[in-house]
């Protein structure tokens, strides 16, 4: 079992960054990888961006953020980092961290890939 908790959201102007930070606790040595995933009101999850735990592969980039955020994390801390730069309302959403701990390799992009989520943190973008 893994135990996900994100921190770091808030209220920022447009143009501005964030950093979210999702510290795991369990099993988290033997993760396969970890994403961000985020979801706006009325619209479905998303992943954002994702990470092979053990080696630190970017796997996955949604295009939206391309260029602006940067996935990463210190696995002797066992903490994910979401770097998020230059945002735009469309950025608004709740922003969950999730854990692969038993579904193996795949398409990493899918919600069905993970089978460990945090409650999500709230990130506002005010134009």
């Known amino acids: 079992q893994v135990e996900l908790a994100e921190s770091g959201g808030g209220l920022v102007q447009a143009g501005g960054s964030l950093r979210l930070s999702c510290a795991a606790s369990?099993?988290?040595?033997?993760?396969?990888?970890m994403a961000w995933f985020r979801q706006a009101p009325g619209k479905e999850r998303e992943c954002v961006a994702s990470?092979?735990?053990?080696?630190?592969?970017?796997?996955y980039y949604r295009d939206s953020v391309k260029g602006r955020f940067t996935i990463s994390r210190d696995n002797t801390k066992n903490t994910m980092f979401l770097q998020m730069n230059s945002l735009n309302p469309e950025d608004t959403a709740v922003y969950y961290c999730?854990?692969?701990?038993?579904?193996?390799?795949?398409?990493?992009?899918?919600?069905?890939?993970?089978?460990?989520w945090g409650k999500g943190t709230q990130v506002t973008v005010s134009s």
């Open positions: 369990g099993r988290a040595a033997s993760m396969y990888a």
């Open positions: 990470i092979a735990w053990t080696t630190g592969d970017s796997a």
């Open positions: 999730a854990a692969n701990l038993n579904k193996g390799w795949g398409n990493l992009m899918r919600p069905s890939m993970y089978d460990y």
